[in-house]
């Protein structure tokens, strides 16, 4: 799929795909239940958000770079699909909102860079040094932002703990699973600080690859029990 992409704006790569893929699988390939609304944190492009209009789902998607929400809006009009975007900081821009779906691909590389000081190309990866500045804050804040029976499916690398996820998920009341699993090679920014990263230990000797992750997490209905919630869990990871 050609997209408008302005200088600056993250490319949709494998980790892009990995969560579209998640998320059609969540609605149903027939289509999104009447109504179901969709929020998109970190649009870039508008990639995920086009996938979620295009199943009939009503769509925010939200960045924080201007240049993202340009690039999503064309992308939309483009298409003739219906796109609200809004330029902000992850759920600033829907205070009060609540969705039925919210998709993530949050910057989550590990750096010595302050995330909220990066500006350019740089933003949308960087993710300070455990590379979760933006996923805990995602963690925290989105189960008040999910209606009964909603979900959330965030996605990013091994790297940065998947075990710490699923545990701040879960912690905050959310049933959650890794649900997507694909091993990517490293690309030019992982091959630049993999000498930092083994240095760290997170990296192995020789270790060219990272493994990409969908974190799915729902919120629990009343009476269902989340110790059950949790062996089925562990089951799908």
């Given amino acids: 799929m050609l997209l408008f992409r302005p200088p600056g704006v993250y490319r949709p790569q494998s980790d892009t795909a990995l969560l579209a893929g998640a998320l059609l ?19 870039g492009t508008g990639a995920v958000a086009l996938a979620a ?16 929400v340009l690039a999503a809006r064309v992308n939309a009009r483009m298409r003739g ?11 600033a821009p829907v205070a009060g909102e609540v969705f039925d779906v919210i998709v993530a691909n949050p ?16 933003r949308a990866f960087e993710a300070g040094p455990e590379g979760r500045a933006l996923l805990d804050r995602i963690c925290a804040r989105a189960p008040r932002h999910l209606g009964p029976a909603g979900t959330l499916l965030m996605v990013h690398s091994s ?22 699993r694909h091993r990517e090679p490293f690309g030019p920014v992982m091959r630049r600080r993999a000498g930092g990263l083994r240095a760290r230990g997170v ?10 992750v969908v974190v799915r997490a729902d919120r629990i209905e009343d009476g269902e029990e ?11 990871a």
Avoid: I, K, M
Avoid at 173 to 180: E, F, P, T, Y
């Fill in 226 to 236: 989340q110790g059950e919630g949790h062996g089925r869990d562990r089951r799908a």
């Fill in 107 to 122: 910057p989550y590389v590990a750096g010595d860079a302050d995330p909220a000081a990066v500006r350019g190309r740089a």
């Fill in 53 to 68: 209009a295009r199943a009939g789902c009503d769509v925010v998607a939200v960045d924080v770079s201007a240049q993202a």
């Fill in 203 to 212: 990296l192995g000797p020789g270790q060219r690859h990272e493994d990409l």
């Fill in 159 to 180: 790297l940065n703990g998947v075990a710490a996820t699923l545990v701040a998920l879960r912690s905050a009341g959310l049933r959650a699973s890794v649900v997507a």
């Fill in 25 to 43: 699988r969540a609605l149903g390939r027939a289509g999104a239940p009447p109504g179901a609304r969709v929020l998109e944190l970190g649009t």
């Fill in 81 to 91: 699909l219906p796109l609200r975007v809004l330029r902000g900081d992850l759920f």
